[in-house]
């Protein structure tokens, strides 16, 4: 095998590719700053227990695993962010009051999660604690999509649900909340003859429940379909209003969509969910929702809300970056050309400096202008290279 192969689903970023996510990144860290939120930056790698705490089965077949050579204790190379967060929120922060944080760095996954998706995605989110109302809901909800908005994307689809649906309605029966992971993933793959199967033995009225809920997917409509096919129960009653209000809110800024059986994240999740998808993209490019039980799980119950998404996918979808216009240069060490250069790239121009003997092949850059003498040989001018 040549030693310069990769492992699968990993690749190097070349420079073009490399520029529009980390022009991606600054954009959103310095959107979110103007919300109010704070950048952390949790390890990559971290004793495994921490790293699980809280987090569902799924973060745990995608960790990779290791012995640490100092403690002999087994490490995780992250899978997510979102929990290392919370972490912080709960034990290093300690604040009583609301907190706003964001992050960005890549994480590791054993397994690809979808075709030609990448093993190493380049996580970027934001959270809030502290606030258990529907408002920090809505904020998070909206920053995601100002996210997508300064990546290009003015028209994207925002698919709700909320775990409080699903947790009303098998809460009444033993066997049901004993196959909650099941029915969970029997509902995300809509696979009605396999929950007829699983749900022959349930009590009437939580089967006929559970077998309506993947039809109830489409426009906001469906939340008065919902209302009238399942169960009157305060905990259905509440996630669908709770649904009504952030559909509303998102109005006019996305298309609106509900599906009650796309229920990611089930196992830690506590309330709304959301997933938000752009055109051409099938898989969804961003998901956020509540979760406030992942504090509890480090000593310190917490509302959170959050959301975080996959620079190098998003990325993928935006057109080749434009080759930036810029200047050539001889190489010298006259004062007279250092002054100069550096003067213009003090004013922002991109000044590359021509090594003796080599030519310049350049992915990001066309130099259009040339730092030349001018006819008299005192002064250094800019010629237009046409």
Not at 53 to 82: C, I, N, P, W, Y
Not at 129 to 155: C, K, N, R, W
Not at 273 to 298: I, K, Q
Request: glycine share 8%; with cysteine.
């Amino acid at each position: 095998m040549p030693n310069w192969l990769l492992p699968e689903n990993i690749a190097d970023v070349l420079p073009s590719e490399a520029r529009k996510i980390e022009e991606l990144r600054r954009l959103m860290l310095d959107n979110f700053r103007l919300y109010g939120y704070e950048l952390v930056m949790p390890p990559m790698l971290e004793y495994l227990e921490s790293l699980l705490t809280g987090a569902g089965e799924d973060t745990d077949l995608r960790t990779f695993k290791l012995v640490d050579q100092l403690s002999g204790r087994m490490l995780g190379l992250r899978a997510d962010m979102t929990t290392q967060v919370a972490r912080i929120d709960a034990h290093l922060l300690n604040r009583a009051s609301v907190t706003r944080l964001c992050y960005a760095g890549s994480v590791l996954h054993t397994r690809p999660s979808g075709l030609h998706a990448t093993r190493e995605p380049l996580q970027i989110g934001a959270e809030i604690y502290g606030h258990a109302g529907l408002e920090a809901d809505a904020e998070i909800q909206e920053l995601a999509l100002a996210s997508l908005a300064l990546a290009g994307f003015t028209s994207a689809r925002l698919d709700l649900s909320h775990v409080g649906v699903l947790r009303a309605i098998t809460e009444g029966d033993a066997a049901a909340t004993r196959d909650a992971a099941q029915i969970v993933q029997l509902l995300r793959a809509k696979d009605v003859p396999g929950l007829q199967a699983l749900t022959r033995d349930y009590t009437p009225v939580v089967r006929d429940a559970l077998l309506a809920l993947p039809s109830l997917y489409g426009s906001v409509e469906v939340l008065g379909r919902a209302r009238a096919v399942l169960p009157d129960l305060p905990g259905i009653s509440k996630a669908l209003a709770e649904l009504a209000a952030l559909a509303a809110s998102a109005l006019g800024r996305a298309e609106v969509a509900i599906d009650l059986a796309d229920l990611r994240g089930y196992q830690y999740e506590s309330g709304a969910m959301f997933a938000l998808y752009v055109p051409g993209l099938p898989n969804a490019v961003a998901r956020g929702g509540r979760y406030d039980h992942v504090g509890e799980a480090f000593g310190r119950a917490r509302p959170a809300t959050g959301f975080s998404l996959d620079l190098r996918e998003l990325a993928r979808l935006l057109p080749t970056a434009e080759r930036k216009h810029s200047i050539r240069a001889p190489w010298g060490n006259a004062p007279e050309l250092k002054e100069k250069i550096a003067e213009l790239r003090k004013s922002g121009e991109v000044v590359i400096q021509s090594l003796p003997g080599h030519s310049n092949e350049l992915d990001e850059f066309e130099c259009d202008r040339a730092l030349v003498l001018d006819d008299n040989g005192s002064n250094w001018i800019l010629k237009n290279l046409g």
